[in-house]
Each structure stands twice: as structure tokens, then as C-alpha cells.
């Protein structure tokens, strides 16, 4: 049994931490978080700093999980986390299903029903959220958010940092570059290149105007 420190307090850390309960690997689970008045006050868990005081927290048997659904700010936590060398926990919901074959990366998070099957990988710091399901053999770059009831099909590639909303469908061996946003409700039946966000069904680029 160790200490689990959660980065970010919010509803997704919550969640987090809610399935790292269940594992009954830990037998502490505290939060940082940079906005205290935000934090739950509810007595089940407990605030001991912001994050920036993460390096003067740690105790030796300590590993951290970073809570954040945005990518780009959870993926500029876990650099720090790694440079602080405390080890990043990997964390499977119980009623999350991983198939055998899989392949998930340090920090990654499976949550409440949701799975992952054969054959699989993710890289480091993926969110693969409630519901969402990720068929056989696909591919997942680092700090990938799978949103609430997305579903890829088999053989999806995914690039680092992308976002797949929530409800959004992939079809089965589409290639989705990097930085992406698929919006909510999407069916994506197209490549998607780098830096995109598609929305709709079928999913179709949407321009910036701003
Ligand atoms: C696609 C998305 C990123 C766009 O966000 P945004 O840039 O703030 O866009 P806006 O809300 O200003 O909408 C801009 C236009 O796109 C349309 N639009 C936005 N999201 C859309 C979607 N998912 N599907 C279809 N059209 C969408 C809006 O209707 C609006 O159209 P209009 O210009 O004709 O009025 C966002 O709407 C989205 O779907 N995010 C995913 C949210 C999610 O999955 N959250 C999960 C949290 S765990």
C-alpha cells in the first residue's frame, strides 16, 4: 500500500481518484490543486497544496496520477512529474475492461466502464474516459483524450495530444494526426490530418474564424 497524490481537483480528478480507490492499492490519496476554493470539502479527500509545491510534497513510495482532461496543460504536468522522479501510477477502473495484448503507458487512466481490447496501445498520460471504447489493435499516442461514450473502431491510429469528444465514432482503420479535436457527436470515416478539428457526421473540417 502508498500514497497516490492526484494532480488536479476537479470533477475529472474526482473521478480519478474515485477508481484508484477501488483498487485497494492505495492507502492514501491526496490532491494538489492551484484553485483550493474550488476543492471538495466533502471530507473525503484532502487538498495539501497547489502544484506547485509538488517536488517539496513527495515521500519516498509516493506516485503521482495527472487529472486533467486538457492535453496540453496535463501533458506539460506529467514533464514535470517525470523530471521529479516520482513514478507516474497507471489506473484501471474495476468495471473497466483492458484486453489481453494491450500496452498502456505510465500515467494513462481507464475509467468506469469503459475498454480497451486486444492488441491496443497508449501511450503515456491517455485518458480513455467513461464509457469510451477502443477496439482491437489500435494505436494511441502520448496524452490522447477518449471523452465520455467515444467509441474507435479497430486498427485506429490516433497522434499525440489529439481529443476525441464525447459520443464521437471513429471508424474502423482511420489514421487521426496529432493535436486533433474531433468534435462531440462525430463520425469520423475520413483520415484526419495534424491540427484539424472536425465536427459532424459525417465529421467534416470546421474553420477557425477567430
Ligand atoms: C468542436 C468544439 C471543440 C468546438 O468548440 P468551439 O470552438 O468553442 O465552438 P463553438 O461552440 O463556438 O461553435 C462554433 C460553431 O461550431 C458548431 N459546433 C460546435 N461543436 C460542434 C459539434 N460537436 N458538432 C457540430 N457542430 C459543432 C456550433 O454549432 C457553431 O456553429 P455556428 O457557427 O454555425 O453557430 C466543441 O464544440 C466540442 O465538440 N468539444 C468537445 C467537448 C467534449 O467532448 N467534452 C468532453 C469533456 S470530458
Not at 517536488?55 to 506539460?76: K, L, M, Q
Amino acid at each position: 500500500m502508498s500514497r497516490l497524490i492526484v494532480i488536479g481537483g476537479g470533477g475529472h480528478g474526482r473521478v480519478v481518484a474515485d477508481s484508484a480507490r477501488g483498487l485497494d492499492v492505495y492507502d492514501t490519496i491526496v490532491f494538489l490543486d492551484d484553485a483550493p476554493d474550488r476543492m471538495m470539502d466533502d471530507g473525503e479527500f484532502t487538498v495539501i497544496g497547489s502544484c506547485t509545491e509538488l517536488e517539496s510534497v513527495i515521500r519516498p513510495g509516493d506516485s503521482c496520477i495527472v487529472a486533467i482532461g486538457d492535453n496540453r496543460n496535463r501533458a506539460g504536468l506529467i514533464e514535470r512529474v517525470l523530471a521529479s522522479g516520482l513514478p507516474l501510477a497507471t489506473i484501471v477502473d474495476r468495471s473497466a475492461s483492458v484486453g489481453s495484448a494491450c500496452e498502456l503507458g505510465p500515467g494513462t487512466v481507464v475509467l468506469p466502464q469503459a475498454a480497451v481490447n486486444i492488441g491496443t496501445k497508449l501511450g503515456i498520460g491517455c485518458i480513455v474516459n467513461t464509457g469510451a471504447t477502443v477496439d482491437h489493435d489500435c494505436q494511441l499516442g502520448d496524452h490522447v483524450h477518449v471523452a465520455p461514450g467515444a467509441h474507435l473502431g479497430g486498427d485506429v491510429g490516433v497522434g499525440s495530444g489529439t481529443w476525441i469528444g464525447i459520443g464521437a465514432c471513429v471508424r474502423h482503420g482511420i489514421s487521426i494526426g496529432r493535436d486533433v479535436v474531433v468534435g462531440a457527436g462525430a463520425a469520423v470515416v475520413d483520415d484526419v490530418d495534424d491540427g484539424l478539428t472536425v465536427v459532424g457526421v459525417p465529421a467534416r473540417r470546421r474553420d477557425h474564424t477567430a
